[in-house]
C-alpha cells in the first residue's frame, strides 16, 4: 500500500515538473513578433495618438468654419474658384487676395479661409501651383514655348520677374525648368 502511495505521488511529481517543463518551452518558442517590441509598440501608439489629434484638429477646423460661413457663401465662392480658374484669370499679372476677393464680392477672411480649407492651400500657393500647372500642360502641348525666354514666360504666366516665376517652378515640380524642359526633350526623343 506504501508503495502504491509512494508510486502516485512519484507519477504526480513527474507529471508536475513535466508540465512545469512544457510550459517554460512554450513560452520560449512564442514568436518574437508575438511579443510587441515595446519601443516600437511605443512610437507606433505616439504615432497613432499624433495622426488622431491631427484629424480632430481639422475636423474641428470645417466644423469651425461652417459656423463662420453659411454654406450658400461658400458654395458661391467655390463657384467663382472654379470659373476663375476655367477662364485662366490666374495668369493675370498683379492677382492679390484682396483684390481677388472684391472681384469674387466677398471678403479676403472668407476667400482665404475656403482656399485653405477646400483647396489644402493657402492663397499664394493655390496661385503658384495653378500658375506652374498651366506652364507645364503649355510645354507639353506648346513646343515653341519651350523655347521662349524665361522672362517672357514669367511675364505670360503674371509673375513680376524670372526669379519668383523660377522659385515657384522648382517648389511645384522639385527641378529647374532647365533640367525639366531638358527632360521632356528627351522623352519626345524617345516617344519618336
Known amino acids: 500500500m506504501y508503495t502504491v502511495l509512494l508510486l502516485t505521488l512519484l507519477l504526480l511529481l513527474v507529471i508536475y515538473i513535466l508540465f512545469l517543463n512544457f ?4 513560452a520560449a518558442n512564442i514568436p518574437k513578433f508575438a511579443q510587441p517590441n515595446h519601443k516600437n509598440y511605443n512610437t507606433f501608439k505616439l504615432e497613432l495618438q499624433k495622426q488622431f489629434v491631427e484629424n480632430q484638429q481639422r475636423e474641428s477646423l470645417k466644423t469651425k468654419t461652417f459656423c463662420t460661413i453659411s454654406k450658400d457663401v461658400v458654395s458661391k465662392i467655390l463657384s467663382d474658384l472654379e ?3 476655367n477662364e485662366n484669370t490666374y495668369l493675370s499679372k498683379g492677382i492679390t487676395l484682396a483684390n481677388l476677393s472684391k472681384k469674387l464680392n466677398t471678403n ?3 476667400l482665404s479661409e475656403v482656399i485653405n480649407i ?15 500647372d498651366y506652364a507645364i500642360h ?3 502641348d506648346d513646343k515653341k514655348f519651350r523655347y521662349y525666354k524665361l522672362s517672357v514666360i514669367a511675364e505670360e504666366l503674371g509673375y513680376n520677374n524670372e526669379q519668383a516665376f523660377s522659385t515657384a517652378f522648382k517648389k511645384r515640380t522639385g527641378s529647374s525648368l532647365s533640367v525639366y524642359l531638358k527632360e521632356e526633350s528627351e522623352k519626345v526623343k524617345l516617344d519618336s
Do not use: P, V, W
Open 23 to 26: 510550459q517554460k518551452q512554450y
Open 83 to 85: 470659373t476663375f480658374e
Open 108 to 110: 479676403t477672411a472668407y
Open 118 to 132: 477646400y483647396k489644402g492651400k493657402n492663397f499664394a500657393t493655390y496661385l503658384n501651383d495653378l500658375r506652374i
Open 138 to 140: 503649355r510645354f507639353s
